[in-house]
């Protein structure tokens, strides 16, 4: 299944850059520093947090401070490409039992 909507492959690689750049910045250590998962509200250790596009790239999410969100690993491979309507309707699954 191919999610680019509207994103093409240069435009990608050019906001993945600026996420790069961004892991870079007192601003986004800060928002580590707290050491708790956007998504899941678990505790984490700064150092393991990574950084998570609410709306993502491949969907036509931009590098902007107010997209992007400190997650634990595991939340961030299980969201994929999820947009965040649909990440709630799957952790909800996760919740009763049925995903």
Known sequence: MQWYVGSDEKEIKKERQ????????????????????YWCEAAVPPTELTMDHVVPLA???KSTKGNVV??????N????????????????????GGV
Do not use: F, I, N
């Open 18 to 37: 600026k996420a790069r750049e961004m892991r870079q910045s007192q601003w986004w250590k800060r928002r580590c520093d707290k050491g708790v998962c």
């Open 59 to 61: 969907r036509g999410g």
């Open 70 to 75: 400190p997650c634990c690993k595991r939340c």
């Open 77 to 96: 491979t299980e969201k994929k490409q999820r947009l965040p309507m649909e990440w709630d309707t799957y952790l909800e699954g996760v919740k009763k």
